[in-house]
């Protein structure tokens, strides 16, 4: 079983990690990080993961520098659903 074999018969095992961090780690950094990796290594299958992880890291990317609107973190709220 690798990724060929499963794709060939349209089945995908989706991701999953485990990430540990102490309480110095900036919580908006570290999502906007991931989202970032995400967007670029998602395998495309389904949209909302194809296509809300560029929403997401864009959002955390504003966060990031001060530029993020306040209604903005109910959008992360439907993007992340």
């Known amino acids: 079983m690798d990724f060929d ?3 060939a018969v349209q ?3 989706g991701t999953t990690a485990v990430i540990v961090m102490d309480k110095s780690t900036d919580i908006v950094d570290a999502i906007a990080r991931l989202s970032y ?3 670029h290594e998602s395998c495309g299958q389904c949209t909302p993961c ?3 992880t560029g ?3 864009m959002i955390m ?3 990031k520098t001060g530029n993020a609107k306040l209604e903005e973190i109910n959008m992360l709220r439907e993007v992340t659903k």
Request: hydrophobic content about 50%.
């Open 5 to 7: 074999a499963l794709k």
């Open 61 to 63: 990317e504003r966060m």
């Open 11 to 13: 089945f995908g095992l």
């Open 37 to 39: 990796f995400y967007k």
């Open 50 to 52: 194809k296509e809300r």
């Open 55 to 57: 929403w997401l890291w």
